[in-house]
Antibody, heavy 119, light 108 residues
Framework: QVQLVQSGAEVKKPGASVKVSCKASGYTFTNYYIHWVRQAPGQGLEWMGW????????NFLQMLQGRVTMTRDTSITTVSLELNSLRFDDTAVYYC????????????WGQGTTVTVSS | QSALTQPASVSGSPGQSITISCTGT?????????VSWYQQHPGKAPKLFIS???NRPSGVSSRFSGSKSGNTASLTISGLQAEDEADYFCSSYTGHSPAFGGGTKLTV
C-alpha cells in the first residue's frame, strides 16, 4: 500500500542539527512532490517546504531559508529534511506528506517524527 | 500567526450539521481553487478530507463537503457523529507555497 515511513524521534541540543528521513513505498516516487509540515506542541500546522522528487528542486518557507535542506535519493525512494542551528521553538512533530503538485492536497502523510530541542 | 483564519472551536450535537470557515485574502483563497481540508485526531497525522475546494478523496464520507465564496472557504459536516470530533485545518495555495489555518477543534 501507499505509505510514507519516517525515522524515529530525536533529542537535540540548541545549535545542533537534525536530519529526518521519509521512506516512500507503494507508488512511483518521482511522480509526487514531498512536503514537510511541522506542528509544535498544542499548535497548528506549519508548512516548511517541498521537494520535487523528480528534479530535486526545492521551495522553502522564507523564515527557514538558510537553516533547512531537503534532499532526495531516488534509488531508495527516500526524502530527507535537515534543519540546522536548532532552537527551542523548533521542538515539534515533523511530518512528510505527498502531493501530486505543489498546490494540490497532501493525500498521504508519514506517521510523524518528534524532534525535541532541549539543553 | 496563521495566514488563514479559522474559528478556534465549534460544537454540535450528533445528527446536526456544522460549518467551519476559513478566511484568507484575494492572494490565496480568493485567487486559487486550491483549498484543502484536513482532519486530525489527537496524536495522529492529519488526513486529507477535501481538496481543490470541494473534491472528496476516495473513502471520505459524503457527509463532508467543501465550498468557497470570495476569500472564504467552508467545510460543512452533516449528520455529525462522535467520530467526527477532531481538529480541522484548512490550507490554501498562496501563489508560491501552501499555507494553513490555525485549526478548529470540533466537539460533538
Amino acid at each position: 500500500q501507499v505509505q510514507l515511513v519516517q525515522s524515529g524521534a530525536e533529542v537535540k541540543k540548541p545549535g545542533a542539527s537534525v536530519k529526518v528521513s521519509c521512506k516512500a513505498s507503494g507508488y512511483t516516487f518521482t511522480n509526487y512532490y514531498i512536503h514537510w509540515v511541522r506542528q509544535a506542541p498544542g499548535q497548528g500546522l506549519e508548512w516548511m517546504g517541498w521537494i520535487n522528487t523528480n528534479t530535486g528542486n526545492t521551495n522553502f518557507l522564507q523564515m527557514l531559508q538558510g537553516r533547512v535542506t531537503m534532499t532526495r535519493d531516488t534509488s531508495i525512494t527516500t526524502v530527507s529534511l535537515e534543519l540546522n542551528s536548532l532552537r527551542f521553538d523548533d521542538t515539534a512533530v515533523y511530518y512528510c506528506a505527498r502531493g501530486w503538485l505543489p498546490w494540490s492536497g497532501m493525500d498521504v502523510w508519514g506517521q510523524g517524527t518528534t524532534v525535541t530541542v532541549s539543553s | 500567526q496563521s495566514a488563514l483564519t479559522q474559528p478556534a472551536s465549534v460544537s454540535g450535537s450528533p445528527g446536526q450539521s456544522i460549518t467551519i470557515s476559513c478566511t484568507g485574502t484575494s492572494s490565496d483563497i480568493g485567487a486559487y481553487n486550491y483549498v484543502s481540508w484536513y482532519q486530525q485526531h489527537p496524536g495522529k497525522a492529519p488526513k486529507l478530507f477535501i481538496s481543490e475546494v470541494s473534491n472528496r478523496p476516495s473513502g471520505v464520507s459524503s457527509r463532508f463537503s467543501g465550498s468557497k465564496s470570495g476569500n472564504t472557504a467552508s467545510l460543512t459536516i452533516s449528520g455529525l457523529q462522535a467520530e467526527d470530533e477532531a481538529d480541522y485545518f484548512c490550507s490554501s495555495y498562496t501563489g508560491h507555497s501552501p499555507a494553513f489555518g490555525g485549526g478548529t477543534k470540533l466537539t460533538v
